[in-house]
């Protein structure tokens, strides 16, 4: 086993391990009370946006993006990067790219056409562990790109800063989209959290352009940009979200980026009505198996004398 390797099944069993406390946590000190866990869209994330999607846009960006470019240049690490530890690399790549994330992320909530990348991550009513893996394959390519190319390009191809950066941003991930109570006291000036990342989430006018950070909250403190006002956000399901219509669909939601359409009067054509049903109807059928036998209804008393008589 090379040390990728090792590092690769490290930081996994530890991301597994951290998912079994977040759920747990969840379910002991919930945000939201009462909030279902399989709640509206858990299996669009988790079956199309967290195994689907990633894995495939895992191979395209550093096989068919990243590494292309890297061997056409001949880029094998940087020595005066090499000679840092890891902790100092992992530091050093986390800080530049939280700084990256937080300005990309509010240009792609004050632009129209990057606002079409990021829609899909804001469009869940139910915020929780799950809800950050929502991400528009777009938004995927450019954001991983950005952050993967340049550790791969300073540190080589073999660097296990890679595996432990991604371990960190899925765990951290998970952290702040989390529906659980946290407070982190004077913290929160530093670390990011659900207290303040669950209100990016709010369907307010005030957070649309508040609470930009994903690690450290301290970019939105220094940029002005913070929104915390000490209570939280309504429990109905109308505080959540959009505040227009989106499709629940993944391949509706990347076609919804493209083209506005309305699914209602999209449902007169029949190509779309066949599309539209077909995910529904593949779930009952292989439910059906599994459906207890309906019981047949005893006649009522008063009948039976009826007819006795
Ligand atoms: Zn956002
Ligand atoms: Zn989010």
């Not at 100092?88 to 939280?98: A, G, N, P, R």
């Not at 777009?138 to 952050?147: A, D, L, R, Y």
């Not at 899925?170 to 913290?187: E, P, Q, R, T, W």
Request: glycine share 4%; net charge positive.
């Amino acid at each position: 086993m090379t040390s990728l390797e090792k590092t690769t099944t490290i930081t996994t069993i530890i991301l597994f391990a951290w998912l079994g406390f977040v759920i747990a946590w969840e379910r002991i000190s919930p945000y939201r009370k009462g909030l279902p866990f399989f709640r509206e869209g858990f299996w669009v994330d988790l079956v199309w946006y967290t195994l689907i999607q990633s894995f495939f846009l895992k191979i395209l960006i550093f096989s068919y993006i990243i590494a292309p470019v890297q061997h056409h240049y001949g880029w094998n690490g940087v020595k005066f990067f090499q000679s840092w530890s890891i902790t100092e690399q992992v530091l050093f790549f986390i800080f530049t790219h939280d700084l990256y994330i937080y300005l990309f992320h509010r240009w792609q909530h004050a632009n129209k056409f990057l606002w079409r990348t990021h829609e899909a991550h804001h469009s869940g009513k139910y915020v929780d562990f799950l809800a950050g893996s929502r991400s528009h394959a777009v938004e995927i390519i450019i954001n991983q790109t950005i952050e993967f190319a340049p550790i791969i390009i300073l540190l080589g191809p073999d660097s296990p800063v890679v595996p432990i950066k991604a371990m960190l941003d899925a765990a951290f991930g998970m952290f702040i989209h989390a529906n659980i109570d946290v407070k982190l006291g004077k913290f929160k000036y530093f670390l990011n959290s659900p207290e303040l990342h669950l209100w990016h989430h709010a369907n307010y006018k005030e957070v649309f352009h508040a609470n930009f950070s994903t690690k450290f909250s301290f970019w939105d403190y220094m940029f002005g940009t913070i929104y915390d006002p000490g209570h939280k956000p309504g429990d109905r399901r109308e505080d959540w979200g959009l505040y227009y219509d989106f499709p629940k669909d993944y391949f509706l939601q990347h076609a919804f980026s493209v083209k506005r359409f309305d699914e209602q009067k999209l449902l007169k054509y029949k190509w779309f009505r066949f599309y539209y049903n077909l995910r529904p109807n593949i779930i009952k059928l292989c439910l059906e198996p599994f459906k207890k036998p309906a019981k047949t209804q005893a006649p009522e008393p008063e009948r039976l004398i009826d007819d006795v008589a």
